[in-house]
């Protein structure tokens, strides 16, 4: 244990919540970073971590299953009193209408996408709130443009499950706002991370930077540093907020 706050980033292995995990342990941060199948990117990332002077441990767990988020919530309680949630774990699926959509493909959709965040949140909050004896803390969810966009012809049920995040922050952060809690969201435009080739479209984010107003995709750092903004004191009257990090688009 130390005296730096310990933050928990869910999906921290790759892409932006692994952005956060270090630009969060530059800034001072402790870090359990958790990953679903990827450990030796947990691992890197720890490492790098370390580097910046932060206790940081990696901890597998699927935010979809109960059984991950026991896993999860069990390695922050060995690690101390949590701070801070990033609820960035998400996942999208290959480019399809909506009548190929089927049962599978919406289960695990929301599972991660929404249930996951839900959950993580949850446990969240009974260490953080004043009212269950916490400290306070601040959440930050990972939502994305697609909730105002809605994503038609790609995947209308990921934008399904990012307004339902978008919902979500609005009502929990009313809440918890006499608790000590902050919750806000990001919503990130187009950004340049594999999740595009985990759809089966690896060059999705060069392809569209012609339609984003800035003319690129943004970077992993780029949303990193509005989540650190969000986890710091300079954000202490920012909640309920849905923070389009996008280029404009
Ligand atoms: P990414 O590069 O595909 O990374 C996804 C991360 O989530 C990985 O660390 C992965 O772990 C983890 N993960 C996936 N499913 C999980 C599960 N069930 N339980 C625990 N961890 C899980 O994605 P990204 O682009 O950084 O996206 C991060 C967040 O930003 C997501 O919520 C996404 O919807 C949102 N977002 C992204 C974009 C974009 O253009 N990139 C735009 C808007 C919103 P493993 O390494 O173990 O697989």
Redesign the pocket.
């Known amino acids: 244990m130390t005296n730096r706050p310990l933050l928990l980033v ?10 956060v995990c270090r630009k969060a342990a530059a800034q001072g941060y402790d870090l359990l970073v ?6 030796i ?2 691992e890197a990332v720890a490492a790098d971590c370390r580097a910046f002077g932060a206790n940081a441990e990696v901890v ?6 109960e059984a ?1 988020i026991e896993s999860i919530f069990q390695a922050v309680d060995r690690l101390g009193s949590l701070h801070g949630l990033v609820n ?5 699926d290959a480019t399809a209408r909506v009548e190929e959509f089927d049962r599978a493909r919406l289960d695990r959709m929301f ?3 929404v249930i ?1 965040k839900i959950r993580c949140a949850t446990e969240a909050v009974k260490r953080m709130s004043t009212k269950h004896g916490g400290q306070g803390g601040v959440i930050v969810n ?5 909730a105002v966009i809605g994503s038609s012809g790609q995947y209308v049920d ?1 934008a399904a499950a ?1 307004a339902a995040v978008d919902t979500f922050t609005v009502g929990l952060s009313r809440e918890v706002a006499t608790e000590g809690i902050r919750v806000n969201a990001i ?10 080739a ?1 759809g089966g479209l690896p060059d ?2 060069r392809d569209l930077a012609p339609i984003v107003p800035m003319q690129r ?2 970077t ?1 750092d780029e ?1 990193a540093d509005s989540v650190l903004y969000l986890l710091s004191p300079q954000a202490s009257y920012v909640t309920g907020a849905l923070l389009n990090v996008s280029g404009g688009r």
């Open positions: 869910t999906g921290g292995s790759r892409g932006i919540g692994a952005a958790n990953y679903h199948s990827n450990a990117a947990a597998q767990g699927d935010t979809a299953t991950g960035n774990a998400g996942v999208v599972a991660v996408n996951g990972i939502s994305s443009m697609a990921y990012k919503r990130p435009g187009i950004i340049d991370t594999e999740i595009h985990s999705r984010a995709p943004g992993a949303v």
